[in-house]
């Protein structure tokens, strides 16, 4: 099966204590990326808190559905357990979220983000960017940050992005960015004096601004995504 259960019967017996509980939470965050074949457990206990415990877990690992019985329900836990397992969901492709933006000059790049950066689209990014920076000359950069929700972690671990952060280094003239949160914002202004690039930060109603200032406005022409 996809999915599994698990029934426990805690009996007095049994000699559990509440540090042997903790570490069990804690080698259980370590199979956070297999918690989605875990459908059930069970726990028949008397003791209150094992069942404290036990629901703490519950709430640490929300999609396992734990629930706590009295020995008297022990065969009510059991067939609780036994239960056909909901199959698993199926993930969905997620959508692109680098979109790149025609320009009305050569000299200029463009691209919106519309919610969270994963490694399909860093692979993207890295393959329009690179006839750019393969080039003889300095380029710009305009940056629209729409609804920019964080990067998934394997997407900076790709060898080729930190070879084209490497020379970008040397080939980005203006580096526009439009719409960043105030974190963001705080950032490029704090780093922006180590980096050969100009960069600013634009308000969402200075984007003409922006653009103005890298030389460019966006055509009419359809967006390129991944």
Do not use: C
Request: no cysteine; glycine share 6%.
């Amino acid at each position: 099966n996809e999915r599994i259960s698990f029934f426990a019967d805690i009996e007095d017996s049994m000699n559990l204590t509440f540090e042997g509980m903790v570490k069990d939470i804690v080698n259980g965050v370590g199979q956070i990326g297999k918690l989605s074949r875990y459908y059930r457990v069970a726990v028949v206990t008397d003791k209150g808190w094992i069942g404290a415990m036990a629901r703490v877990e519950g709430l640490v690992f929300s999609s396992i559905d734990v629930k706590v019985f009295e020995p008297a329900d022990r065969d009510k836990a059991f067939a609780w357990a036994s239960e056909d397992t909901a199959p698993l969901p199926k993930p969905e492709e997620p959508t692109a979220s680098l979109h790149f933006l025609q320009t009305t000059s050569e000299n200029v790049v463009a691209y919106e983000v519309n919610g969270r950066l994963r490694e399909k689209d860093i692979k993207h990014a890295v393959a329009e960017l690179k006839p750019y920076l393969e080039r003889e000359g300095k380029f710009n950069v305009l940056a629209r940050l729409k609804d920019f929700n964080g990067f998934d972690l394997t997407s900076l671990l790709d060898d080729d992005l930190a070879k084209t952060k490497y020379r970008a280094l040397s080939k980005v003239e203006k580096y526009a960015i439009v719409g960043a949160k105030p974190w963001m914002r705080n950032l490029m202004e704090l780093i922006s004096p180590l980096f050969s690039a100009k960069v600013r930060v634009f308000e969402p109603d200075e984007e003409q601004a922006a653009w103005d200032w890298v030389g460019a406005s966006q055509t009419l022409l359809a967006e390129k995504s991944a």
